[in-house]
């Protein structure tokens, strides 16, 4: 899954034999993503926080020896943890709406009665971690309606 760990492993009839891994055809070097042990005659790649677009064949080569494998990176669904409920309140007042996705990092976007919503002194958007709140200042009677948050292909609505 996207943003996990991706540890392949092989092991040569040899030890102290310098290795090659590569990724997509790339040659691959330490990184703070990347991590490359030799442990006798195994050899280890390890990636950390795995992205979508490193998805391709990883190729091993030590001396004579060669090995090949496939990585496959599939997208981490948004779930939703807690969802966004209806707000009730009285004109001139502030609403606010809330609710938690399933990990961090989501970009979202607000809209109300499906006009997009834009951060001002009477919108306040804000994300924490997981949580994603907006709040709506001053409302007036014409506010009334559907509340919808979307990020990629997932949407959650509530009334106002």
């Known amino acids: 899954m996207e943003t996990e760990t991706a540890r392949f492993e092989t ?10 891994w590569k990724l997509k055809g790339e040659a691959v070097h330490p990184s703070p993503d990347c991590e490359i042990k030799e442990e006798g005659k195994k050899h280890f ?3 950390y926080n795995v992205r979508m677009d490193q998805a391709g064949g990883v190729d091993f080569q030590a001396a004579n020896a060669k090995s090949s494998a496939h990585l496959k990176v599939k997208a981490r669904l948004i779930g939703l943890l ?10 001139g007042e502030s609403a606010t709406f809330e609710c938690e996705l399933s990990y961090e990092g989501i970009p979202v976007e607000w809209f109300l009665k499906g006009q997009k919503l834009e951060p001002s002194d009477k919108i306040v958007t804000r994300a924490e971690g997981r949580v994603h709140t907006i709040t709506l200042r001053d409302v007036q009677l014409t506010d009334a309606g559907e509340v919808t948050l979307t990020a990629k292909d997932f949407k959650t609505q509530a009334n106002l």
């Open 82 to 91: 807690r969802p966004l409920k209806d707000v009730i309140v009285t004109a």
């Open 45 to 47: 790649l390890i990636l």
């Open 11 to 20: 092991e040569i009839s040899e030890e102290d034999v310098h290795a090659n």
